[in-house]
């Protein structure tokens, strides 16, 4: 059973950072990518930033190009997000998510097949 499991969300001061992880289980294949989606209350879902295990590509959505950095640990099967310069429109619920096959397109688009549960992000004074 795959699992993705995630942390390190919590409250966090405008301009302040935060880094949230994402620990991978089950997944038997070689070869995927990890990416971050967020969704704020009344807007849709959209991603954020993702990375792949095979040659460690990444890509960022333009609003968070420069503040937010993805990295992966494979030893751990961890994916990380720093999230630094925040900004209130940041808030949201974010979630990461699998796909399967691991190439990197750019804004992220990809077909996710496995999600985890999401967790709280907020930026506020």
């Known amino acids: 059973q795959v699992q993705l499991e995630e942390s390190g969300g919590g409250l966090v001061q405008p301009g302040g950072p935060l880094r949230v992880s994402c620990t991978v289980s089950?997944?038997?294949?070689?070869?995927?990518?990890i990416g971050w989606f967020r969704q704020a209350p009344g807007t849709e879902r959209e991603a954020v930033s993702c990375?792949?295990?095979?040659?460690?590509?990444?890509a960022y959505v333009y609003s968070v190009k420069g503040r937010f950095t993805i990295s992966m640990d494979n030893a751990k099967n961890t994916v990380y997000l720093q999230m630094n310069s925040l900004k209130p429109e940041d808030t949201g619920v974010y979630y990461c998510?699998?796909?399967?096959?691991?190439?990197?397109?750019?804004?992220?688009?990809?077909?996710?097949?496995?999600w985890g549960q999401g967790i709280q992000v907020t930026v506020s004074s």
């Open positions: 998510v699998l796909d399967a096959v691991a190439v990197v397109l750019p804004e992220c688009i990809m077909k996710v097949d496995y």
């Open positions: 089950g997944f038997t294949s070689d070869h995927w990518q």
């Open positions: 990375i792949n295990n095979y040659d460690g590509e990444t």
